[in-house]
């Protein structure tokens, strides 16, 4: 795993990262598609697309970023 300044994690492999990881995570692909990915121990993970590339891109990097969603605290 890369950590960078601003919260985000820098993987190769998002899903072995997420195991067992509890919350709301905002994960970007290598070709810019984004994910919402809600994981809760013990269970399975629930994955949303959000966001498609505006254009076609090719992958620079093939590292995927997870950045955590705060949780509203009521």
């Known amino acids: 795993m890369i950590e960078s300044v601003n919260g985000t994690v820098e ?19 290598p070709y810019g598609h984004i994910f919402q990915v809600t994981c809760r121990r013990g269970a399975k ?5 959000i966001s498609e590339p505006q254009s ?13 969603v705060p949780r509203a605290v009521a």
């Open 11 to 29: 993987v190769v492999n998002p899903a072995e990262t997420l195991r067992n990881q509890d919350g709301i995570f905002e994960v970007t692909s």
């Open 45 to 49: 993970m629930s994955v949303r697309e």
């Open 56 to 68: 076609l891109q090719s992958a620079e990097s093939m590292t995927w970023r997870i950045k955590r």
